[in-house]
């Protein structure tokens, strides 16, 4: 078949670029050699036309609703498999054998405590700093800790660095907890799965053994499945820009949750439950309705509209589906559900969203469940940190592993002074 090609007419001159396929999805035009045949950029603040990257690890349909890691659909993995499982396929591209995933589980456990500093390190935070902010500064402190695994160049210390970061994302995150409320840490035990681990680092007190639900810790592991990686998002792009210089991964990992912590990325989890808490009741959700169509306001609907899903987010369903089963095993009536499932009706069926398609996204409701399970608002990201970890690092190792990997370095258009004179002070 004749190679496909896309041609640009400027200034009378005509340039002809290959187009790619995929394996699905849309095509790319490769541009690469624009700039030198034209000495033009294309310009695409925001991304929303254009492929940073070639990958293998997650494909999304957003028309279709459709989200597959490796290949696999993530009801499946979420329904089959555990966290660990699919931190696994991402990282090495197959589902494992049972001596592959007894291999993995085992070397995952055995790294998940922290150099016993590390706990000297959070005494430096106020008790009501942000969890986040403690996250970014342990995560980045990591290459503090641990040289022997910073040279990116070595695939044993990449893989040592990748099972130190998978380990101690969890130990970390409950430790941000334990510090800002005051009780003190728990270690990791080793005869626990990942999140019956973390449940119990987050909420076990020394005054008493703690009894680790199997449907909580069942369904904390689907959140972190859910959660594990989606494509080219702000903080996934972070994690490789910051890596394509060579800086070692527990620092390029610090970057992707700084990002992540936004409230137009994974921040809103935490703004979601804030937005059904102001709403407070059904009855006040049409005046809320207005306000996210009101061009003057800046309010928006958190927890709703994705750059690239325009219809159901996949993941939200799922998430749906074990916020009901979480709340039925603790019994607990949250009315925020009622106001959310009310919401989530309403503007369903608002011209608006349907126009604009608006669909409810992961964070619309996994922020009910995470209250129900007794972690406080801000927490929410700190999870949705954890579990990303395994598609942050996943993604930088497909690129430090790529030999066409370039440091990545964007022009622009630039608006601004043409060139002039410096003037002394006293002429101005
Ligand atoms: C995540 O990228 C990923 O994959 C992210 C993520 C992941 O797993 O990594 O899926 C996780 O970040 C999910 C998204 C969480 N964020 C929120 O729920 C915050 C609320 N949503 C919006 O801020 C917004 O929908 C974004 C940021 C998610 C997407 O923004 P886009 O793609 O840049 O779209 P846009 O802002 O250009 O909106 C298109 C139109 C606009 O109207 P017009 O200017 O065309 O008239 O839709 C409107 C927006 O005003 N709109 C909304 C809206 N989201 C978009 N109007 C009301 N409420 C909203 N939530």
Redesign the pocket.
């Known amino acids: 078949m004749a190679e496909r090609t896309a041609s640009l007419q400027v200034d009378g001159k005509t340039v002809i670029f290959p187009v790619r396929d995929g394996s699905m999805g849309p095509a790319v035009v490769d541009i690469r050699s624009l700039y030198g045949d034209t000495d033009l950029f294309t310009f695409d603040p925001?991304f929303t036309s254009t492929a940073s990257c070639e990958s293998k690890i997650t494909f999304i349909d957003g028309d279709e609703g459709v989200l597959l890691y490796r290949g696999y659909p993530i009801d499946q993995l979420a329904e089959n498999g555990d966290f660990l499982e699919t931190a696994y396929l991402l990282l090495y591209g197959e589902l494992p054998t049972a001596a592959q995933k007894a291999e993995f589980d085992y070397r995952i456990t055995r790294h998940t405590m922290v150099h016993e500093q590390m706990a000297r390190f959070f005494q430096g935070f106020r008790r009501d700093a942000h969890p986040m902010a403690v996250m970014v500064a342990s995560v980045g402190a990591l290459s503090a800790f641990y040289h022997d695994s910073t040279n990116i160049a070595d695939p044993v210390e990449r893989m040592v660095a990748s099972t130190r970061m998978i380990a101690k994302i969890p130990t970390l995150a409950a430790m941000a907890y334990k510090y800002s409320v005051g009780q003190p840490f728990v270690y990791p035990k080793n005869d626990l799965d990942y999140a019956s681990n973390f449940l119990r680092m987050c909420f076990a007190v020394p005054c008493e053994e703690y009894k680790i639900s199997p449907i909580l810790a069942r369904a904390l592991d689907r959140i972190f499945i859910l959660?594990a990686d989606?494509?080219q998002?702000?903080?996934?792009s972070t994690v490789r820009l910051s890596g394509s210089s060579g800086a070692n991964p527990f620092a390029c990992i610090a970057a992707g949750i700084a990002s992540l912590w936004g409230?137009?990325?994974?921040g809103?989890n935490e703004?979601?439950l804030k937005m059904l808490g102001e709403i407070g009741s059904v009855e006040r959700i049409p005046q809320f309705i207005a306000r996210?169509?009101d061009?003057n306001d800046p309010f928006?609907?958190?927890?709703?509209?994705?750059?690239?899903y325009k219809n159901y987010?996949p993941r939200a369903k799922i998430m749906q589906r074990t916020t009901q089963e979480v709340l039925k095993e603790l019994g607990v009536n949250d009315p925020l559900l009622e106001v959310a499932l009310e919401l989530e009706r309403i503007a369903l069926s608002d011209d608006y969203f349907i126009e604009?398609k608006?669909y409810p996204?992961?964070?619309f409701y996994s922020g009910i469940t995470l209250k129900a399970m007794n972690f406080p608002v801000e927490m929410f990201t700190v999870l949705f940190a954890l579990a990303?970890t395994v598609g942050w690092i996943a993604q930088w190792k497909e690129m430090i592993e790529d030999p066409n990997a370039k440091i990545g370095r964007p022009r622009q258009l630039y608006t601004g002074e043409k060139r002039r004179d410096y003037v002394q002070i006293a002429k101005r």
């Open positions: 925001g959660h989606h494509e998002n702000a903080s996934t409230p137009a990325h994974g809103a703004a979601v996210a169509k061009k928006r609907l958190m927890g709703f509209g994705h750059r690239v987010d604009k608006l996204n992961i964070d990303r």
